[in-house]
Structures are given as C-alpha cells and as structure tokens.
C-alpha cells in the first residue's frame, strides 16, 4: 500500500515536473518572438512590477513631503506682510490673555 502511494506520488512528481520544464520553454521561445518582434522590455510582467514597487516606495515618501508643503502654502510671500500677520497673531493673543483675566477675575468676585 506505502510502495503504491509513493509509486502515484512519484509519477505526479515527475509528470509536474516533466510540465514545468515543457512551460519553460514554452515561456522562453514566447520571450524569443517578443524579442524579435522590438518590444521594450519594460513592459514585460516582471519590470511593471519592478515599477509598481518603486512607485509605491515613492508615493509613501511624498505623503510627508507634501503635508510639509502644505503648511508653508499658507504663508504671505512678502516679509512686510508676514511681519503684519504675525503683529495681528500677536494683538489676537493679547485680547484672548485680556479676556482670559477679565473671565478669572469676574470668577472669583462670584
């Protein structure tokens, strides 16, 4: 019964086997006739992958740059008028720190 059992393993190996080398070169004489026939080898399966692969890398690498980016879009392109804004910033935190003290102090007179 074991020696049956391997017996039929041992032919589907050697069957899979026998179709592996047979696909091989059946790919092989395919990438032969592309060849001939002048097409860019980047297109193959294999380099679009490649390609994937990189572009992928690359967008994960620019998700960061471009938040980066976006915090300088804001920004005035004179330094006269970023001066100004950051005056205005600054008369906006003294109002808030007036009211802030105006608040705690209307507290404890409660």
Known sequence: MQTAKSHVIEKETQFLHDKCKK????????????????????LYHGSLLRQ??????TQQQIGPLKEQLSSYQNLPLD??????KVEELRQQ???????????VDMLQFS
Do not use: N
């Open 23 to 42: 696909y091989k070169s059946h790919v092989t004489k395919l990438e032969r006739k592309l060849t001939k026939t002048g097409i860019d080898p980047s």
């Open 52 to 57: 994937a692969c990189q572009l992928m890398e």
């Open 79 to 84: 330094t006269s008028l970023a001066r100004l």
């Open 93 to 103: 935190v003294a109002a808030l720190e007036q009211q802030l003290l105006f608040d």
